[in-house]
């Protein structure tokens, strides 16, 4: 007589490692490509050795701004960096699901989604027009109590004065997943003076200084791939 074994249940897949987590691995890769030392790396980013491990244990989303130039000392693209290469980030898209297809779907966010995208802090861009035209330069951003606080030169082009309304306009776009979305804010510039607030925020670069935009208009964009029905 045999006895027949049901056949063993396949080894669930191992879960995909968290953002942090993955991004440590990536930065920890490129060091060894490279030769440097994680104390080499951060000194050439601006950093301390320890605010540096304390920007990977935290992952993306806590300081952007750190994350853009560690990725220019390792010799990567900011989203490479972060989601991985574009064979990581189109593997990570199709064990999600379907693959997309077809032609691009336009959606609307609502104010309080556009919000929640820009997050506490990142990177953005200011456009306005000064008096030698329209000016668009990149920025690193705060939000605080539904306002936008960047920090320029007081007499750079970015510094509130003559011209009008400006426009912040943050974005985000995947060419491997084919989705993206935009938030764009406009409303007038003024410069940062409560004490308390200037308190708590990192001192501007000499002869900089903190500067507002409090948004009169806030409209958000979705664009994706359709998918298979």
Same mark, same amino acid.
């Given at each position: 007589?045999?006895?027949e074994? !049901?056949?063993?249940?396949?080894p669930?897949?191992?879960?995909?490692p /968290? *953002?942090?987590?993955?991004?440590?691995? $990536?930065?920890?890769? $490129?060091? +060894?490509?490279?030769?440097?030392?994680?104390?080499?790396?951060?000194?050439?980013?601006?950093?301390?050795?320890?605010?540096?491990? $304390?920007? #990977?244990?935290?992952?993306?989303?806590?300081?952007p701004?750190? #994350? #853009?130039?560690?990725? !220019?000392?390792l010799?990567?693209?900011y989203?490479?960096?972060?989601?991985?290469?574009?064979?990581e980030?189109? !593997? /990570? +898209?199709?064990?999600?699901?379907?693959?997309?297809?077809? =032609?691009?779907?336009? &959606?609307? @966010?609502?104010v309080?989604?556009?919000?929640?995208?820009?997050?506490?802090?990142?990177?953005?861009?200011?456009?306005?027009?000064?008096?030698?035209?329209?000016?668009?330069?990149?920025?690193?951003?705060?939000?605080?109590?539904?306002?936008?606080?960047?920090?320029?030169?007081?007499?750079?082009? @970015? +510094?509130?004065g003559?011209?009008?309304?400006?426009?912040?306009?943050? %974005?985000?776009?995947?060419? %491997?997943?084919?989705?993206?979305?935009?938030?764009?804010?406009? &409303? *007038?510039?003024e410069?940062?003076?409560?004490?308390?607030?200037?308190?708590?925020?990192?001192?501007?670069? +000499?002869?900089?200084?903190?500067?507002?935009?409090?948004?009169?208009?806030?409209?958000?964009?979705?664009?994706?791939a359709?998918? =298979?029905?």
């Amino acid at each position: 007589m045999t006895t027949e074994h !049901a056949p063993a249940p396949a080894p669930a897949p191992a879960p995909a490692p /968290a *953002p942090a987590a993955a991004l440590a691995r $990536r930065f920890a890769d $490129r060091l +060894a490509d490279l030769g440097l030392s994680e104390a080499q790396a951060a000194a050439r980013a601006g950093m301390s050795t320890p605010y540096l491990r $304390r920007v #990977l244990e935290l992952g993306p989303g806590f300081d952007p701004p750190a #994350l #853009l130039r560690l990725s !220019a000392v390792l010799g990567l693209e900011y989203e490479e960096l972060v989601s991985g290469r574009p064979a990581e980030r189109a !593997a /990570a +898209a199709r064990a999600d699901g379907p693959a997309l297809v077809g =032609p691009p779907v336009l &959606g609307e @966010l609502g104010v309080a989604e556009c919000w929640r995208r820009l997050g506490s802090n990142g990177l953005g861009r200011i456009a306005r027009t000064g008096p030698e035209g329209p000016v668009v330069r990149p920025v690193g951003y705060l939000v605080h109590e539904h306002t936008v606080l960047y920090r320029t030169a007081e007499d750079g082009a @970015l +510094a509130p004065g003559p011209g009008g309304d400006a426009a912040f306009e943050v %974005d985000r776009a995947d060419r %491997d997943l084919r989705e993206g979305w935009s938030v764009l804010m406009v &409303g *007038p510039l003024e410069y940062v003076t409560e004490p308390a607030l200037l308190a708590e925020l990192p001192a501007p670069p +000499a002869r900089g200084r903190w500067v507002r935009l409090t948004p009169t208009t806030v409209t958000g964009r979705t664009i994706r791939a359709a998918r =298979p029905h």
